[in-house]
C-alpha cells in the first residue's frame, strides 16, 4: 500500500514512502531543495539508494528513517533546543547512547550488525516522548535530545534507556542476541550544543569504562 505524502510547514514536512511508491515529476526534489525532512518507512537500502540517487547528492536532504534523525538533521535540531532552553530559561537533557560490544565480532557477529542496530534504535524509539528527538550521532552513537527535562529527569531517562535496551533478546540469523547499552547523560545549563555534546559524550566514555551496561551523568554527579 503507498503511503501519503503529509505536508506540516517548510522546516519539518515529512514524505512518508515506501520502495513501491511513485510520485509527481519532480515533487521529491523540491521538498529536498526546500530543506524538507524526507521519511521512509521501510529498511529496504535499495529504497534509500534509489531515493538519494533521485534527490541527488548536492541536495543534501535531511533524511529520518524509522523514527531516527540522520546526523544533519539531529544537530540542527539539538542547536535549536539548545537555544530555545537558553533563550526562555527551559531544562534540557542530552543522552548519547552506544551499543557495547557492537564491533566486537566474539559478541556481535558482523551479520547481525545492522539488525541489532535497527532493533535498539527501535527500543529507545519507543521509550521517548512524542516531542523527544532520537539521532544517529555516528561512531556508533545516537543521540537524544529531551526537552523539559531537568536533572533528575535526566538521570531517570538516562536509566530507562538503557534498561529497554537489555530488557529482552534481539532476534538475529544465529539465534537470540542479548545486548546491552551504555549511555552517557548531561542536563544543559545554558551552554551551547556543542558543550552539552562534549559532556554526554564524556559521561559515555565513563559508561563504558565501567564495564558496558551503564549509566553516568556529569563528573560531579558520578
Not at 531543495?33 to 536532504?61: H, K
Not at 527551559?90 to 557477529?109: E, F, H, Q, W
Not at 529527569?153 to 535496551?165: F, M, P, Q
Request: glycine share 8%; hydrophobic share 45%; proline share 6%.
Amino acid at each position: 500500500m503507498r503511503r501519503p505524502l503529509i505536508p506540516t510547514n517548510a522546516a519539518t514536512s515529512v514524505l512518508l514512502a515506501d520502495p513501491a511508491a511513485t510520485f509527481p515529476e519532480g515533487l521529491i526534489e523540491q521538498l529536498a531543495a526546500c530543506g524538507c525532512v524526507i521519511e521512509w518507512v521501510t529498511e529496504a537500502p535499495e529504497f534509500a539508494e534509489r531515493l538519494r540517487a533521485r534527490i541527488g547528492l548536492d541536495a543534501r536532504p535531511r533524511l529520518r528513517s524509522n523514527g531516527v534523525y540522520d546526523r544533519e538533521i539531529i544537530e540542527d535540531l539539538l542547536h535549536r533546543a539548545c537555544s530555545r532552553a537558553r533563550r526562555f530559561a527551559l531544562s534540557l537533557a542530552v543522552m548519547a547512547v552506544a551499543v557495547d560490544s557492537i564491533d566486537d565480532p566474539t559478541v556481535t557477529p558482523p551479520e547481525a550488525r545492522e539488525v541489532v542496530l535497527a532493533a535498539v534504535a527501535s527500543r529507545l524509539a519507543r521509550r521517548l516522548r512524542r516531542e523527544d528527538l532520537l539521532g544517529w550521532w555516528g561512531s556508533g552513537i545516537w543521540l537524544v535530545v529531551a526537552g523539559d527535562t531537568g536533572h533528575e529527569g535526566a538521570r531517570t531517562l538516562a536509566h530507562d534507556l538503557r534498561d529497554a535496551v537489555r530488557g529482552a533478546p534481539i532476534a538475529v540469523p544465529a539465534g537470540p542476541l542479548y545486548t546491552t547499552a551504555s549511555v552517557g547523560w548531561s542536563s544543559s545549563q545554558g551552554e551551547s550544543a556543542e558543550a552539552t555534546v562534549t559532556r554526554a559524550q564524556s559521561a559515555l566514555d565513563r559508561a563504558r569504562a565501567a564495564g558496558g551496561g551503564h549509566v553516568a551523568g556529569p563528573a560531579a554527579d558520578a
